[in-house]
């Protein structure tokens, strides 16, 4: 019965949290009406989900530790490149990125990890999903960028989504 109600669990919990962020009141009233999106959204929605992915959770923490940190970190390096590197000396390039990954919230994590990251943007997957195009600010060595990128980020996704 409760797994009729709640297909998507945590997405009901995600959608609840973010309508009280959003509206910025806590009263019973906007309690109520979060908890009504958050059930019918998912309940709505649940035929044309019906492969849930599998996450460990684990993993998925110290993933989100590791995209914050680099986020800060990134900041401050983009920041320096903006303000001490003169435009003639910056090396922007295209990457292209094979994927490793299967499936279609492994690929959409990794590609909103890149594009969250500053200095750096995801731009498209290929057709066929073997590949990720993105955009670097400063890359002056390119196959080192592409190295760094599946090393630090892809291959804790495939811990997360076995």
């Known amino acids: 019965m409760m797994r009729r109600?709640?297909?998507?669990?945590g997405l009901s919990?995600?959608?609840?949290?973010?309508?009280m962020?959003?509206?910025?009141?806590l009263t019973f009233g906007t309690l109520f009406l979060a908890l009504v999106v958050g059930v019918a959204v998912p309940l709505f929605t649940a035929p044309w989900w019906p492969g849930r992915p599998k996450l460990r959770f684990l993993p998925a923490l110290s993933y989100a530790g590791v995209v914050l940190?680099?986020?800060?970190?990134?900041?401050?390096?983009?920041?320096?490149?903006?303000?001490?590197?003169?435009?003639?000396?910056l090396r922007p390039a295209w990457l292209t990125v094979p994927l490793e990954l299967a499936s279609p919230?492994?690929?959409t994590v990794f590609a909103g990890t890149?594009?969250?990251?500053?200095?750096?943007?995801?731009?498209?997957?290929?057709?066929?999903?073997?590949y990720l195009l993105v955009h670097a600010l400063h890359a002056p060595?390119?196959?080192?960028?592409?190295?760094?990128?599946?090393a630090r980020y892809e291959a804790r996704l495939k811990e997360i989504f076995p």
């Open 141 to 150: 060595d390119p196959a080192a960028e592409i190295a760094k990128v599946k």
């Open 5 to 9: 109600l709640l297909p998507h669990p």
């Open 13 to 19: 919990a995600l959608l609840v949290a973010m309508w």
């Open 21 to 25: 962020v959003m509206v910025n009141d």
């Open 114 to 130: 890149i594009s969250l990251t500053p200095g750096t943007v995801s731009a498209d997957v290929s057709a066929c999903g073997e």
């Open 69 to 89: 940190w680099d986020i800060v970190i990134a900041n401050f390096q983009v920041a320096a490149i903006i303000l001490f590197k003169p435009s003639r000396d």
């Open 105 to 107: 919230e492994a690929i």
